[in-house]
């Protein structure tokens, strides 16, 4: 039973998916990012995501990084081993960062 859910291609995506959503969820609450200072933060994972994605591409092309199909939906940016996942995922890893610097901005505040 477990196995057929995790084994699923879109386990893989609902669980990045609602994890942001999660992450959006505390922002809000604690008014860390977004809904601190939306301009900025939309500036800051932006630029992040962009290198991050460009070194993505450049592992791709190397051969160094691949993509295992059966945990991917199968939407692709140009070639199979860089799936939509890969950008909520590095969306995921920006906004969590930038979470945990603003958690700690408004600590060492206090």
């Not at 691949?66 to 199979?80: A, D, L, R």
């Amino acid at each position: 039973m477990i196995q057929e859910i995790v084994y699923n291609n879109n386990f893989y995506i609902s669980v990045l998916v609602l994890s942001i959503v999660g992450m959006l969820l505390a922002d809000w609450k604690y008014q860390l990012a977004f809904w601190f200072d939306w301009k900025s933060s939309i500036k800051s994972i932006g630029a992040v995501m962009a290198l991050l994605l460009i070194f993505d591409i450049i592992g791709v092309f190397q051969n160094i990084f691949t993509t295992n199909q059966k945990y991917v939906i199968g939407i692709y940016f140009g070639t199979p081993n860089l799936p939509i996942e890969e950008l909520f995922f590095l969306f995921m890893l920006c906004y969590v960062t930038l979470l945990v610097f603003r958690v700690l901005l408004k600590r060492s505040h206090v």
